[in-house]
């Protein structure tokens, strides 16, 4: 079946720190792939996407690759601040259905 | 341009008794989706509703039932809660034709049973 593997947290880093969150995927086909964010409190926001092999998604800062061969979709920042606290939920799409990773809570240090 | 909202943003319940939560899609959205996230967990999907009708359903007993209405907005109705139903539960909207586009998510109704 589809599943979302990611690495557990929580994740914690002093500011302007090297961000990697390691996400894996099992799937029939090629998916969609997302980064979703959730702020203490709110819904869960689309962070970014990509929708075939070897694109990149991007969105303030944060990147993700998609890899077909090691089916990994591992989100990047180059420098984190204290505002990127959050917990991020590595996803893909079938049949308009999301399969949700566990989450990982990323916790930055000022 | 609103996004995603949901009613209540929060409730009690008890064991149990009977809950339903709203939502109201993005405009230009035709498709609802409910999620229910346990604490510390990711999203898992209920429900799907389009013109009307569930499209797809995931792994949650017939307790769970939902409604679409012509103006697209839903309802998901939970009966004989437990207190395993503790959790926050998130609807989604989407714009069907679109294939396999990401969703857009409300901030949730957390329902705590007690």
């Known amino acids: 079946g589809n599943s979302v593997t990611q690495m557990e947290g929580p994740v914690t880093l002093s500011e302007e720190a090297f961000l990697t969150i390691n996400c894996t995927y099992t799937?029939?086909?090629?998916?969609?792939l997302f980064w979703y964010v959730q702020y203490p409190g709110e819904g869960l926001q689309l962070l970014l996407k990509a929708t075939k092999a070897d694109d990149k998604g991007s969105n303030k800062g944060f990147e993700a690759t998609y890899r077909k061969e090691t089916t990994s979709f591992h989100l990047e920042k180059g420098s984190v601040q204290v505002s990127d606290s959050a917990v991020y939920f590595c996803a893909l799409i079938r049949d308009d259905k999301i399969i949700f990773g566990k989450g990982t809570r990323l916790h930055i240090l000022p | 341009d609103a996004g995603v909202t949901q009613s209540p943003t929060h409730l009690i319940k008890t064991r149990g008794q009977q809950v339903t939560l709203r939502c109201s899609p993005k405009?230009?959205?035709?498709?609802v989706s409910w999620y229910q996230q346990a604490l510390g967990q990711g999203p898992q999907f209920i429900f799907q509703y389009y013109e009307e009708e569930e499209r797809q359903r995931g792994n949650f007993p017939d307790r769970f039932s939902g409604h679409q209405f012509p103006n697209y907005s839903s309802e998901l109705n939970v009966n004989a809660l437990l207190l395993g139903d503790s959790a926050l539960y998130l609807c989604?909207?989407?714009?069907?034709?679109?294939?396999?586009?990401?969703?857009?998510f409300g901030d949730g109704t957390r329902l705590s049973i007690l």
């Open positions: 405009s230009g959205h035709d498709t």
């Open positions: 799937a029939t086909g090629y998916p969609s």
């Open positions: 989604a909207s989407s714009q069907t034709g679109v294939s396999n586009q990401p969703q857009h």
